[in-house]
């Protein structure tokens, strides 16, 4: 196993820098998911770490050893890609073996350690078929065992469950999972799927144009957003936002859309004047209150319903576990509780840290009134 640093990473194609110094330290044995939209820079950092490209600048390690110009198969490291790679003509069991026999190592060292992979990813009954007699499921499995078998310091997963249906992406999510928590090897994994970040990841590291906007564990991120960024980016259905001015009068600190919609704020939240974004979970908004909403589409899933419209002119999802006696047309008022508010700069795009977050316990200093982030 090996713990990973990057200090000052950056990668550049010719003239355009698409990976702009990033820092960021992994703990031995961590699961650390990398996140972002397309093109952010997730998976060039990756293969920068894998030694599939150039570092540009900057310095990595990898068990205490710098790793910028060791080639990739000096690196311990074994990499999962979203295509499977596989030898179409060789076995489950050839292609699991490829890498000890091209290192040229004895089959009496590395059958065992095969059969032991194959044992533990549910493969035993596989090992002579070809890979198109195997599930999509079945072959990421292969494509594991391959690398498991080499057992690696590191392993890097890019996006490795892409092609596979929604059923099965569940599913391997749970093994892969299963699979670090025997084995307790470094991970690094790349998606732009969110959900799999939550539930995979001891920590998220949220990229946006290739810099990191936020570094913290699945829950942190979810419940204390840094910015506006990550508290679109994560989260499904994803956060309702307002924007507006913070204004203050005898009813108290309000957040005045540009509609004229007011919405209660907890008193010290914003300097009156502020241009503020408001941000609230759709499972936190809750039924009767001072905010109207007009109901445009309903989707019942079963265990939930989402109830879609518009407040102030930017589209709002209300999730509720009851079935709602409403119909698209019609019109309900909307509660947003001071404890799930979340508050935003509009210009810089950074948290507002508030009193009502800060706890009773904070002292003076650490319980601004408002400050950013």
């Known amino acids: 196993m090996a713990a990973v640093q990057l200090n000052g990473i950056f990668k550049r194609y010719g003239d355009t820098q698409v990976v702009h110094g990033v820092d960021l330290d992994i703990d031995d044995g961590e699961f650390v998911v990398l996140v972002g939209p397309s093109g952010c820079g997730k998976t060039t950092l990756m293969r920068m770490i894998a030694g599939l490209e150039e570092i540009s600048g900057g310095d990595l390690t990898i068990g205490g050893t710098r790793a910028n110009g060791l080639p990739p198969q000096q690196r311990n490291v074994s990499m999962v890609f979203q295509s499977y790679a596989l030898y179409p003509h060789l076995s489950v069991y050839d292609n699991i073996a490829f890498g ?19 044992k533990m990813l549910n493969l035993s009954n596989y090992l002579e078929r070809l890979p198109r007699a195997l599930s999509g499921g079945q072959r990421q499995r292969v494509a594991m065992g391959r690398a498991v078998v080499r057992e690696p310091a590191l392993f890097l997963f890019d996006e490795p469950l892409s092609n596979l249906d929604a059923k099965l992406r569940v599913q391997m999510r749970t093994e892969i999972k299963a699979l670090h928590q025997r084995l307790r090897n470094t991970v690094v994994y790349v998606t732009h799927d969110q959900i799999e970040a939550m539930t995979m990841a001891d920590r998220i590291v949220v990229m946006n144009a290739g810099r990191i906007e936020q570094i913290g564990r699945p ?5 204390r957003p840094g910015n506006l960024f990550v508290a679109s980016f994560l989260g499904s259905p994803s956060m309702n936002f307002a924007a507006g001015e913070a204004m203050s009068d005898a009813r108290g600190l309000a957040l005045v859309l540009p509609d004229g919609v007011r919405i209660p704020l907890p008193e010290g939240a914003a300097p009156a004047g502020a241009r503020v974004t408001l941000g609230i979970r759709p499972e936190h908004v809750v039924a009767g209150g001072d905010v109207p909403f007009g109901v445009d589409v309903i989707e019942p899933t079963g265990a939930e319903t989402h109830l879609y419209g518009k407040i102030g002119g930017e589209s709002w999802c209300v999730t509720t576990r009851e079935r709602p ?3 698209p047309g019609q019109r309900m008022m909307l509660g947003l509780p001071a404890a799930h508010l979340h508050l935003f700069d509009t210009d810089s795009g950074k948290r507002l840290e508030t009193k009502h977050e800060a706890g009773p316990e904070a002292g003076p200093e650490a319980r601004p009134e408002a400050r950013l982030q």
Do not use: C
Request: overall charge neutral; proline content about 7%.
């Open 219 to 223: 829950l942190e991120l979810y419940d």
């Open 100 to 118: 000890p026999r091209i290192r040229k190592e004895r089959s009496e060292t590395f059958k065992p350690r095969i059969e032991a992979a194959a």
């Open 325 to 327: 006696a409403i119909e």
